[in-house]
């Protein structure tokens, strides 16, 4: 099972993402940031509160994103 094992804040709606795979990738969430849960973190005060659970990103409004879609979306570095 894919996790995501460091998370940090690059610029704007970016995150470097380091996976369980060995992989590191750059995330721009900024276009997937729609809807009640997820428009909310366009808010970049609301988007830079985010932490580690036990597998994933989650944010303080409670939005998450499963690590494959992040890992799929992700432009390796």
Not at 17 to 32: E, M
Not at 62 to 74: K, N
Request: charged content about 30%; hydrophobic content about 40%.
């Amino acid at each position: 099972m894919l996790k995501i094992v460091d998370v940090d804040y690059i610029k704007d709606y970016e995150l470097l993402i380091a996976f369980s795979d060995g992989s590191k990738k750059r995330v721009d969430l900024k276009p997937y940031l729609k809807g009640e849960v997820f428009g909310d973190l366009l808010d970049k005060d609301k988007f830079i509160q985010y932490g580690l659970t036990n597998s994933t990103i989650e944010w303080a409004n409670g939005a998450d994103l499963a690590p494959e879609f992040l890992h799929e979306i992700g432009i390796a570095c």
